[in-house]
T-cell receptor
Framework: DAKTTQPNSMESNEEEPVHLPCNHS???????IHWYRQLPSQGPEYVIH???SNVNNRMASLAIAEDRKSSTLILHRATLRDAAVYYC?????????????FGQGTRLTINP | NAGVTQTPKFQVLKTGQSMTLQCAQD?????MYWYRQDPGMGLRLIYY???????DKGEVPNGYNVSRLNKREFSLRLESAAPSQTSVYFC????????????FGQGTRLTVV
């Protein structure tokens, strides 16, 4: 299975943009890139996913490199509530959530 | 709009005791999952049920059993609890195989002494 690499931790300030990187150099051509986050003392929650094109939703944007070997989750204006562990996960098509591999993720700290 | 509901939220067991963790979802999802999360670690899959009537082992199934009682409910049983099973347990559900988004419960914090 393809692996992802994320920084262990990042820090940002409230109301500033945050760019969370993820490297996945061995991604296959059909793997989707998923992002989940886990707020303190809660279960993970889905943030966004994409295949090749950049994606936007109400929570975040996902920028995918042209060669798909890396991606960046963008929080446009961080709030204190965005402090969480962010997981970048690859999933092959037609696979269920049992194939979501939650590694260590990136612990994001937001300073007021 | 409850989503995925887990009970209990907290539990302390003595070594060798048994218990069942309950999970129910109200989203009419076909697939359900049990994960455990140890301190400072990511989630590891224990068992999953791709659809009603089926269950399969995940990464760390030893010491656990599951039952897909019906489409809504998926329980996890510890027959003889061990301290190594001290963890936070998360139940999740998704529409089905090939669908992108999984919804997670709030977790059950289990301590085995």
């Amino acid at each position: 299975d393809a692996k992802t690499t994320q920084p262990n931790s990042m820090e940002s300030n409230e109301e500033e943009p945050v760019h969370l990187p993820c490297n996945h150099s061995t991604i296959s051509g059909t793997d989707y890139i998923h992002w989940y986050r886990q707020l303190p003392s809660q279960g993970p929650e889905y943030v966004i996913h994409g295949l090749t094109s950049n994606v936007n939703n109400r929570m975040a944007s996902l920028a995918i490199a042209e060669d798909r070997k890396s991606s960046t989750l963008i929080l446009h204006r961080a709030t204190l509530r965005d402090a969480a562990v962010y997981y970048c996960i690859l999933r092959a098509p037609n696979q269920g959530a049992q194939k979501l591999v939650f590694g260590q993720g990136t612990r994001l700290t937001i300073n007021p | 709009n409850a989503g995925v509901t887990q009970t209990p939220k907290f539990q302390v067991l003595k070594t060798g005791q048994s218990m069942t963790l309950q999970c129910a979802q109200d989203m009419n999802h076909n697939s359900m999952y049990w994960y455990r999360q140890d301190p400072g670690m990511g989630l590891r899959l224990i068992y999953y049920s791709a659809s009603e009537g089926t269950t399969d082992k995940g990464e760390v199934p030893n010491g656990y059993n599951v039952s897909r009682l019906n489409k809504r409910e998926f329980s996890l049983r510890l027959e003889s609890a061990a301290p190594s099973q001290t963890s936070v347990y998360f139940c999740a559900s998704s529409v089905g195989q090939g669908y992108t988004e999984a919804f997670f419960g709030q977790g059950t914090r289990l301590t085995v002494v």
